[in-house]
Each structure stands twice: as C-alpha cells, then as structure tokens.
C-alpha cells in the first residue's frame, strides 16, 4: 500500500503561481512512476503531468505544457507540481497518483494509487 497526501492549493488570482505536494509513504517511493490529474465539477478526471521513477522523463498535457512543472525528490518521498500563469480553466481538484507499471501513465485507469486531492481555484 501507498498513501498520498496533496497540499499546496488554495484561491489565486489569474497569472499567479502555485506550488502543489504530494508526499507518500508506506512503499518506497522511488519504486513508483508517478502523475497529477485534475479533475473540475462536471467534467472527467484530465491529465497534467506525470514523470518516471528517478524525474528524468516528463510528460506533459497540452493544456498545461510551458506552464505547469511536474518533479520529485525521492529522499523527502515527495512529489511536485510547479504552476505558473495560472489561468481560471485550471480551477479543479487536483489529484497525485503513483503507479507500479515502470512507465508514467497518461491515463487515470494506469495508477494504483491516488491521493484525496487539492483544490485550486483561480480566480480573480
């Protein structure tokens, strides 16, 4: 088992910054590729971001590509997400997962695991 808790959200106005975590424990976090979803009222969970076990391969989704940074410090078992030029089509609940297939995931059905969420709202 892996349990993940996000932190870092909150209101900020269009064009601001935001720097989410997402810490694990009970499994060595390296072990995992791991990836942030989004998911707003009404709508499917999005893909944002995801990278694979030690940082060096990054994945993007076109909405967030330039603006958005995902990385991870596996000492500290934790996972980050860099948001800059926030927009107000951003605002969702944003979710970490972890997932034991090697490869990071594009699609939510790939992870394992998930964390509860954090809500970011861009507004002004």
């Known amino acids: 088992q892996v349990q993940l808790v996000e932190s870092g959200g909150g209101l900020v106005q269009p064009g601001g910054s935001l720097n989410l975590s997402c810490v694990g424990s009970?499994?060595?976090?390296?072990?995992?590729?791991m990836g942030w979803f989004r998911q707003a009222p009404g709508k499917e969970r999005e893909f944002v971001a995801a990278?694979?076990?030690?940082?060096?391969?990054?994945f993007y989704g076109n909405s967030v590509k330039g603006r958005f940074t995902i990385s991870r410090d596996n000492a500290r078992s934790t996972l980050y997400l860099q948001m800059n030029s926030l927009k107000p089509e951003d605002t969702a609940m944003y979710y970490c997962?972890?997932?034991?297939?090697?490869?990071?995931?594009?699609?939510?059905?790939?992870?394992?695991?998930w964390g509860q969420g954090t809500q970011v709202t861009v507004s002004a």
């Open positions: 009970g499994r060595i976090f390296g072990n995992f590729a």
């Open positions: 997962g972890a997932t034991s297939n090697g490869n990071p995931g594009l699609i939510e059905i790939e992870y394992d695991y």
């Open positions: 990278l694979n076990y030690n940082g060096r391969n990054t």
